[in-house]
């Protein structure tokens, strides 16, 4: 009998957090810091052409995701394509640290 009662606590405990990343400010969040981090990997990178076409698009699709999240159409996407979104999302903020974690010193004087 408590086994049952932990589990259903834990269910929906599991489906409150997973909720709670699905939310729109959440998600605006993750655009506002890949914007951020698009900005500085291309300040940092600006001689490579594939990459600072990488970061416009990434760019460019962050501001229609922050459109997209404050309108009410945001409200009408299953919980399944957010949960892939919200995935896509940080894999790519994943790739955009590398990136700048990646990029070379811009001397090669020893401070």
Same mark, same amino acid.
């Given at each position: 009998m @408590?086994?049952? =009662?932990?589990k259903y606590f834990r269910k929906t405990l599991q489906?409150?957090? &997973?909720k709670r990343q699905l939310t729109a400010r959440e998600f605006n969040r993750i655009?506002? /810091?890949?914007?951020? @981090?698009?900005?500085i990997a291309e300040? =940092?990178?600006? /001689?490579q052409n594939q990459t600072l076409d990488n970061l416009? $698009? =990434?760019k460019t699709e962050m501001?229609? @995701?922050? &459109? @997209?999240?404050n309108?009410? /159409?945001? $409200?009408? =996407?299953p919980d399944q394509a957010r949960l892939e979104l919200r995935e896509s999302m940080l $894999? $790519?903020?994943?790739?955009l640290m590398e990136t700048i974690n990646g990029a070379q010193p811009p001397t090669t004087t020893l401070q």
């Open positions: @408590l086994h049952r =009662i932990n489906k409150h957090r &997973q655009a506002e /810091e890949m914007l951020y @981090l698009a900005h300040r =940092i990178n600006p /001689e416009r $698009t =990434i501001d229609k @995701l922050s &459109q @997209l999240v309108s009410r /159409e945001f $409200t009408k =996407i $894999t $790519t903020r994943k790739k």
